[in-house]
């Protein structure tokens, strides 16, 4: 294949965004407080990222732990954040939220897509807990700056989740999967031959670029390795 695999790392601050963009990173998700699987980072840790990399940042919009936006002042106050990180310089940005019943709340994702304006977006791993993927899918077709999936086909991860994105890659143009597929979420090297050669082209890694853990720093040498499988492949 001769399309470049993108690349996506979390990032928690300048450290992380520097050593991924040396490793190959083409893009980093921004994120705070991993111990809640990632919530929307403060402006300032945005400012400083933008100011260390030139490489694509997306900046997540998540309140708390979970997928609920909240309530009527929850879902605004996460409107003012997106205004606040756009007048920052933001451009591309990470969301995606459920009801109770695993339905995706489309009013919450509605109001924060308009504040966008246009802007890229992904819907992040909400739709790996949905009640019914294609149900979510259809339902968010077509909402303005919606280009990635990230998804690990389960919410056990990708293990579980590998025949469920290789079936989503192979209705790939129907309607409600017109949107790129990342895989992230228990992805492992020895996944993405299977995965490249369905077509996927998008890869997202935490924990993997952090031999350490998350206590620890982004590794740019860690990077790398997953840079050299996906352009090998």
Request: glycine share 10%; aromatic share 4%.
């Given at each position: 294949m001769s399309m470049r695999a993108v690349l996506e790392?979390?990032?928690?601050?300048?450290?992380?965004?520097?050593?991924?963009?040396?490793?190959?990173?083409?893009?980093?998700?921004l994120v705070a407080d991993m111990a809640a699987d990632g919530l929307t980072p403060p402006v300032e840790t945005?400012?400083?990222?933008?100011?260390?990399?030139?490489?694509?940042?997306r900046v997540m919009l998540r309140p708390a732990d979970g997928f609920a936006a909240g309530d009527a002042e929850g879902v605004a106050r996460l409107v003012r954040v997106a205004r606040e990180m756009r007048a920052a310089g933001a451009d591309q940005f990470v969301l995606g939220f459920l009801d109770a019943d695993g339905q995706v709340d489309l009013d919450a994702v509605e109001?924060?897509?308009?504040?966008?304006?246009?802007?890229?977006?992904?819907?992040?791993?909400?739709?790996?807990?949905?009640?019914?993927?294609?149900?979510?899918?259809?339902?968010?077709?077509?909402?303005?700056?919606?280009?990635?999936?990230?998804?690990?086909?389960?919410?056990?991860?990708?293990?579980?989740?590998?025949?469920?994105?290789?079936?989503?890659?192979?209705?790939?143009?129907?309607?409600?999967?017109?949107p790129r597929i990342m895989v992230g979420g228990g992805l492992r090297l020895e996944h993405v031959p299977q995965l490249r050669a369905a077509g996927i082209d998008a890869f997202h890694i935490g924990g993997a670029a952090r031999p350490g853990g998350w206590d620890g720093p982004v590794s740019a040498a860690a990077v790398a390795e997953w840079r050299a499988v996906l352009d090998g492949v």
């Open positions: 790392v979390i990032a928690l601050d300048a450290e992380d965004a520097v050593a991924a963009q040396a490793g190959g990173a083409d893009r980093l998700e945005f400012a400083g990222i933008r100011a260390a990399v030139d490489i694509d940042l109001r924060l897509v308009a504040e966008l304006d246009g802007c890229r977006w992904t819907f992040h791993r909400a739709i790996d807990r949905a009640a019914d993927r294609d149900a979510l899918r259809k339902q968010l077709d077509g909402l303005p700056g919606h280009d990635t999936y990230l998804t690990a086909g389960s919410a056990a991860g990708v293990d579980e989740g590998l025949p469920t994105l290789l079936a989503e890659a192979a209705r790939c143009g129907e309607p409600g999967y017109e």
